[in-house]
């Protein structure tokens, strides 16, 4: 489950769905398609107001892992 942000975060770059959607070439709602078909991570920070992060190091391990799985 994503936590709320911590003192450690405030190092982190982290994006937002419409920022990952551009990202990517792809809408919000797709990004939302991924994370319940099991192929995005859920994000590491959820904010006050709800919002979910992904931070730049969860988002960049997840590309190196898709790009492992796609070439074999």
């Known amino acids: 489950m994503a936590r709320s942000k911590s003192k450690e975060d405030a190092d982190k770059r982290f994006h ?5 959607a551009d990202r ?14 099991g192929l995005f991570p859920a994000p590491d920070l959820v904010l ?6 992904w931070s730049d190091e ?3 391990k997840h590309e190196r892992n ?7």
Not at 16 to 20: G, I, N, R, T, V
Not at 24 to 37: A, L, M, N, P
Request: net charge positive; aromatic share 6%.
């Open 16 to 20: 937002s769905k419409p920022a990952l």
């Open 66 to 72: 898709s790009v492992g799985r796609n070439a074999a």
């Open 24 to 37: 990517y070439g792809v809408s919000s709602r797709t990004i939302d398609r991924w994370r319940s078909d």
């Open 58 to 60: 969860l988002v960049v």
């Open 48 to 53: 006050p107001n709800g919002a979910p992060r």
